[in-house]
């Protein structure tokens, strides 16, 4: 990692974009001199996803390690080509072209957040090369009629649903909304109006703001005064630390709050300490599983990262494993065959069993898991079958903490 940090440091990232190469020779009796299968992909190092892109590239870079200390996919290493998309679609664009026509690699897998994973997915149409999209819950990139991409992760409506069955059941029927203009707030906040319909909740506030805000102050401000019982929040790292923040200097305290889905970044409490104190949140990994090699895997990534893994890490670790999957099933790298293969085969990995709707991608199997922020943990609340506990509300002012 030190190496990575240095060689960014030393290339402007946007014109060598240098090819942070990830390989781990496999065991001498699988064939150490074979030609390596190379997957390639753009990773979020930069910009407003790196949080979250840098935990997306641990993912990758773990289940590579392990895999190819098992012997690698057909008596092959396997090997991960990535560059910097700086958290722009259009860069991610370009890298893609460049890892196809360049680079030629065996296969692609999708970036970081749906902003670059919607236009990705037409480069991954454009070659015909089958793309697992670990890092989007969005259904319209699925809904575009493509026959490329797979969603792997759970899709947007598990993300807001729980929280507002929570909100419902305490009473809470007045509803602020915010998120940053970007594609997943957007479509984020589009979710909302039918589900609060539905539950006789009242939209009493809707609004963007910049995806690189720093001062949250006028938003809380203007949050506050539309007097709402709940406020969810569609933000990121940067920006679920910067509106908690706010909240606290301005000794405001809403009965519910929920950020999504920076509150879930394992940096976040990090970040803010105590006063992550009965934030709602989403997640798509429960740690608790004793199922599908969730203990292998936190075992394997507390001792190569000394921490607790994150979503992120566990969807793309998943998403290597459902290629994975596909490639023994078929037992080549033939590209239609695994296309046909994506869309069929049911996979246990360690964020619950991969199953697509065929005939558009959409995912199908995996779901996500409401949490609150209690005593520096991820208490598990919704879907009431794995529950950790009870939701501990109203959210608690400021003063009484």
């Not at 149409?125 to 697992?132: A, I, N, S, T």
């Not at 999957?325 to 069929?344: C, H, M, P």
Request: aromatic share 10%.
């Amino acid at each position: 990692m030190r190496l990575q940090g240095l060689l960014l440091r030393r290339c402007s990232v946007a014109v060598c974009a240098v090819a942070l190469m990830f390989s781990v020779a496999p065991a001498p009796s699988r064939g150490a001199d074979a030609k390596p299968i190379v997957i390639g992909t753009s990773v979020s190092l930069s910009g407003i996803f790196a949080d979250g892109g840098k935990s997306s590239l641990e993912g990758y870079q773990l289940w590579i390690k392990l895999q190819n200390a098992k012997g690698g996919l057909l008596g092959r290493p396997v090997e991960l080509k990535y560059y910097d998309d700086q958290s722009e679609g259009a860069t991610g664009v370009r890298l893609y072209e460049r890892l196809i026509n360049e680079d030629k690699v065996d296969l692609i897998i999708g970036p970081y957040g749906t902003g670059l994973t919607a236009p990705v997915a037409n480069v991954a149409e454009k070659y015909k090369m089958p793309m697992l999209c670990p890092e989007t819950g969005d259904l319209g990139i699925f809904s575009r009629g493509l026959k490329y991409v797979f969603q792997a992760l759970g899709p947007l409506p598990t993300y807001l649903f729980g929280a507002m069955q929570i909100a419902k059941d305490h009473g809470y029927k007045r509803l602020a909304l915010v998120a940053p203009n970007i594609a997943f707030g957007q479509a984020m906040i589009g979710l909302v109006p039918p589900i609060a319909r539905g539950f006789g909740q009242s939209i009493v506030f809707s609004d963007y703001y910049p995806a690189n805000l720093s001062d949250f102050s006028s938003v809380v401000e203007r949050i506050r005064a539309s007097n709402p019982d709940a406020v969810l929040a569609m933000s990121f790292p940067n920006d679920s630390v910067g509106l908690l923040r706010g909240l606290k200097a301005a000794n405001y305290a809403p009965k519910l709050f929920y950020e999504a889905v920076g509150a879930a970044d394992v940096q976040f409490a990090n970040n803010v300490g105590g006063d992550a104190q009965g934030v709602i949140s989403v997640t798509g990994f429960n740690n608790t599983f004793k199922a599908n090699g969730t203990p292998a895997f936190l075992a394997a990534y507390r001792s190569e990262y000394h921490r607790e893994p994150d979503y992120h890490v566990a969807s793309n670790f998943a998403a290597m494993t459902v290629l994975a999957a596909a490639i023994t099933k078929n037992k080549s790298l033939d590209q239609e065959k695994l296309r046909e293969t994506l869309g069929t085969i049911v996979v246990p990995t360690v964020t619950g069993t991969y199953k697509v709707d065929a005939r558009n991608g959409i995912q199908m199997g995996y779901t996500s898991y409401i949490f609150q922020w209690q005593n520096g943990k991820q208490v598990i609340l919704y879907p009431g079958n794995v529950a950790q506990g009870k939701p501990k509300l109203p959210f608690p002012s400021w003063s009484g903490r």
